[in-house]
């Protein structure tokens, strides 16, 4: 099969369905290319969150006394600790300012600024080497200037967003939007057929396996069809690549891992199988500039024995307690993910519980499904959660000690009454856990996020190693890289696949 068209994306998860549609609307003609025989890839099976800024549903979201005392704290950050990102900071602090002495602070405060700086805080790490990385400063102002914008974008394209705000684990700050379809579906549904009905083919069971360089430019894309047909897209205007990332690839975790020392080859994954990192690969063979490679996002709550995301209850973040095998607390549930992972590696089979009660959950219909969509009476069948009316039941079916676990969630509630937590910090607290029936769902560490990738610049161009952008190539999603540096914010993930899918398809189109 050979083909002449203006634009090629590799890969039909959020990230390529996004600059698909995205470079139609800018008038290309395009041709969408997935390896597997269904679009969504990792999108599909996340759990769709996306953090933004929101003048609409923010405001109605109360503010609590533990972030009001986290605002107080940004108010005396160091400007000349945030590098680039010190003018951010100093409008941040305007806006805290200016929140504080207008007298109603009774109501949630947020801003791209604020967002950029948790993402900053949330990114900046040291690999095993010593060496220092945090997001480029020009990709996360992209993505959090334009996130509410995106959300507009989807939305006018059949996304539908609940209305409630929460805190998806490691995300910071409640700016997490949930969508009304579970998983992924709501995107991925949506942007098919708005791709579709602008005209765009889609090719499933196509894999690329090699960029195509003329004089320089990448121009098409050669590919395999699972049957073995060799095909050969052309691209008068650009290819984007939007293959996603390698966190099923566990040799390609291992090979560039340079954060986790416990990790090796029998970590499990939250990914599709499909998450080969082929994208990379195939940037590095037209000398992409690879960035921020060592650093692997372990989901710390996947599911012990699969990895899955799935297979469990919990709510947003506020409410959420882990507790170990001993039936103890051992950390700041509102942390990032690489701090629960790494605190969660330390406990006993490195297994812990996350606690939910029944207002926490949303009081859920037991003989109905979860927002995963899993029944509730086959998760509670098979173990992968526990259900009880009183806390000493619960913890003897989880089989920890009855007495600590109790002591240990009475200590909690009172902490949730001060809006102080003594022990680990916990930075924001929703409703005490104290209505029955409550929950328990074991959970252990499994890779989830790979945020190295083909650097890219805030035009979604992929940049080569002289920093210059490689005509004709652009990426998006989790193939690139730059943005989340060393520990991406729960919830960044799906507002940077839109964000940066939709400039990439515009870019691509030559806009
Ligand atoms: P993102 O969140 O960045 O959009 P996803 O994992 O959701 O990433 O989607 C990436 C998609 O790219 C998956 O559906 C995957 O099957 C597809 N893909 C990966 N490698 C190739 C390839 N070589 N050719 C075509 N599609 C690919």
């Known amino acids: 099969i050979s083909k002449d068209t203006e634009v090629v994306v590799i890969g039909g998860g959020g990230a390529g369905l996004a600059a698909a549609v995205s470079a139609a609307e800018n008038g290309a003609k395009v041709i969408l290319i997935e390896k597997s025989p269904s679009l969504g890839g990792n999108t599909l099976r996340s759990g769709g969150e996306f953090n933004s ?68 805080i949330g990114g900046k790490r040291t690999d095993l080497e010593g060496k220092e990385i945090s997001g480029k400063f020009e990709l996360v102002d992209t993505l959090t200037s334009n996130s509410y914008s995106t959300i507009e974008w ?31 579906m709501g995107y991925i549904n949506n942007m098919e057929k708005r791709a579709t009905d602008l005209g765009a083919e889609i ?23 699972s049957d073995g047909t060799p095909v050969t897209l052309m691209a008068s205007k650009g290819v984007v690549m939007a293959t996603g990332g390698f966190g099923a690839n ?21 990914n599709t199988t499909n998450a080969t990192g082929d994208g990379i690969v195939m940037g590095k063979e037209v000398g992409a500039s690879l960035w921020g490679m060592g650093f692997i996002q372990l989901m ?20 959420q307690i882990f507790v170990n095998k001993e039936g103890k607390r051992y950390v700041n549930e509102y942390a990032e993910r690489d701090v629960l992972a790494a605190a969660a590696l330390e406990q006993t089979d490195q297994t812990f519980f996350i606690i939910s009660d029944n207002t926490s959950l949303g009081n859920p219909d037991l003989n109905g499904k979860t927002g995963w969509g899993d029944n509730y009476q086959d998760l509670i069948k098979n173990k992968n ?39 680990f910090g916990k930075k924001n607290f929703g409703d005490k856990l104290e209505t029955a029936p409550f929950f328990a769902t074991p959970r252990t560490p499994s890779v989830h996020h790979t ?58 189109a030559g806009n």
């Open 385 to 423: 959660i526990f259900v009880a009316d009183t806390l000493e039941d619960l913890a003897e079916q989880m089989g920890v000690p009855v007495d600590t676990f109790v002591a240990e969630m009475k200590k909690y509630n009172t902490y949730v009454d001060n809006q102080f937590d003594p022990e």
């Open 154 to 184: 989807l939305e006018s394209h059949g996304v539908k967003f609940q209305d409630g705000i929460g805190t998806v684990l490691g995300a910071l700050w409640p700016r997490t939007h949930h969508n009304v379809e579970p998983l992924g």
């Open 203 to 225: 090719m499933l069971n196509t894999k690329a396996t090699r960029l195509i360089v003329e004089n320089g430019r990448v121009t098409g894309v050669t590919a395999e069809q």
């Open 250 to 270: 566990t040799e390609m975790v291992l090979e560039y891992n340079n954060y986790w020392p416990e990790l090796d080859a029998n970590i499990l994954t939250t």
């Open 53 to 120: 800024y929101d003048p609409v549903r923010q405001p109605n979201v109360e503010m609590t006394k533990a972030l009001t005392h986290e605002l107080e704290e940004i108010l005396a950050f160091d400007e000349q600790e945030f590098g680039d990102y010190a003018d951010t900071l100093r409008t941040l602090k305007g806006q805290v300012e200016e929140y504080f002495k207008s007298g109603d602070t009774s109501k949630l405060f947020d801003s791209p600024e604020l967002h950029a700086i948790h993402t900053y």
């Open 451 to 508: 945020m190295g990738g083909l650097e890219i610049n805030e035009k979604a161009q992929v940049l080569n190693t002289e920093g210059s952008p490689i005509e004709g190539l652009f990426a998006a999603g989790e193939v690139a890289g730059g943005v989340h540096a060393g520990n991406r914010l729960g919830g960044n993930a799906i507002t940077d696949i839109f964000t940066f899918g939709r400039i990439a398809g515009a870019s691509a």
């Open 300 to 319: 710390p709550s996947g599911q012990p024995g699969t990895g899955a995301l799935s297979g469990g209850v919990w709510g947003s973040a506020e409410t």
